[in-house]
């Protein structure tokens, strides 16, 4: 397999900015991925956007990744991705950051571990993105101005796209009122 | 339709007020199309003129459940779309017949994942399954015409219940699949 080609030329310009924070990078196909702590997200993302140099004026999307059972060993189990495009220096770069959680990961209940704070100042598109990264991960955003589901409804039990949820559901889509015949 | 050669002068007929309202209920069914997939697709081409509902009275569809009286489910539904549908279902007026259209709607089809209904019928009462992903025009049209049978029967007095149950009627296929592969002719066709 090809070594990762770290090239990207926002890459030093990150480093030289952030010196005492410890960065990942992997590329594939021209495809570069920094990784960022989740603690000096905000900062980076906002450096991104805010350089002249890197100019990543257009987020792209922000997704969310459950590592669970994947092949390779990664450093969490959860991992945010936001991807970042510059039209002006026509590049794109990816933005990962990885979360463990400290909680049983079934529920629903707040994990002070998945918490990431929020782009929403950055680029405000991120808001219905990362509010799709909270309903089908879990991962909260701090500081969003609407944190709610998105997809599932409001009561939904469950964090589905976690890779522990089973794929038909716990039962959600059997229980619900039945509208009989002479009710109409 | 030749009858009135077979009237009398006077031009009366003596039949039973309930075929007559009946006859007039199925002649006109108006459809509340619940469309939410690709066999939405299929019921518009069912009213197109290729197909043409209109032979059989139903063509008038209407995106108002307060002025419909069949409802056709054509597509999957999701759990959060199901307070709608049900909805729509108690907003109609009575008397009113509904039809699940396509794998989706009546089994959930390949959608056999967390958030999607598997079949509409555990939430509402169905009278006309149409199988097919999506089902052909045709199909969709013997569907309606299964609903006009029903309407046909409705309140004359063949059983001692009252009040008319879903009659969860299932349509089989109507057509022929060509074999396959065919035949390459060169030329006129």
Not at chain 1, 145 to 168: G, M, Q, V
Not at chain 2, 141 to 152: K, L, N, P, V, W
Request: with cysteine; proline share 8%; glycine share 6%.
């Amino acid at each position: 397999m090809a070594q990762p080609m770290l090239d990207h030329p926002t890459l030093p310009r990150v480093k030289a900015a952030f010196s005492d924070v410890r960065f990942l990078a992997t590329e594939f196909r021209g495809q570069t991925t920094l990784v960022v702590p989740k603690d000096q997200l905000h900062q980076v993302l906002r450096f991104l956007r805010d350089d002249p140099e890197c100019d990543y004026n257009f987020l792209s999307d922000v997704t969310g990744v459950d590592y669970l059972g994947y092949p390779a060993k990664q450093p969490g189990r959860f991992a945010v991705v936001y991807l970042l495009v510059s039209h002006a220096r026509g590049r794109r770069l990816t933005v990962k950051t990885y979360l463990d959680p400290t909680i049983d990961t079934s529920g629903i209940d707040p994990d002070p571990a998945l918490e990431v704070d929020s782009a929403t100042d950055i680029w405000p598109g991120a808001e219905w993105r990362e509010r799709e990264v909270y309903d089908m991960f879990g991962i909260r955003f701090r500081n969003h101005p609407d944190l709610r589901r998105i997809l599932t409804w409001k009561d939904y039990p469950a964090h589905p796209l976690r890779k522990d949820y089973p794929l038909r559901g716990r039962g959600e889509r059997e229980t619900y009122r039945i509208v009989e015949r002479d009710q109409a | 339709m030749g009858i009135e050669t077979a009237l009398p002068a006077e031009g009366f007929l003596t039949t039973q007020l309930q075929r007559v309202i009946n006859w007039s209920r199925r002649s006109a069914v108006w459809p509340m199309p619940f469309a939410t997939a690709c066999c939405g697709i299929e019921l518009m081409a069912t009213a197109t003129s290729r197909f043409d509902l209109a032979r059989f009275g139903a063509e008038v569809f209407r995106f108002s459940p307060r002025q419909a009286d069949l409802l056709i489910v054509a597509g999957r539904v999701a759990v959060k779309m199901l307070p709608v549908l049900q909805r729509i279902y108690l907003q109609m007026t009575e008397p009113k017949w509904v039809i699940s259209m396509g794998a989706c709607a009546s089994t959930g089809g390949v959608f056999d994942t967390y958030a999607v209904v598997q079949g509409v019928d555990q939430f509402i009462p169905v009278d006309v399954y149409v199988p097919g992903c999506p089902p052909r025009p045709e199909q969709l049209i013997e569907g309606i015409m299964a609903i006009q049978r029903i309407i046909d029967r409705d309140n004359i007095p063949y059983d001692d219940q009252g009040k008319r149950i879903p009659l969860q009627i299932a349509i089989q296929p109507n057509y022929q699949p060509r074999r396959q592969p065919m035949e390459v002719s060169i030329g006129a066709t």
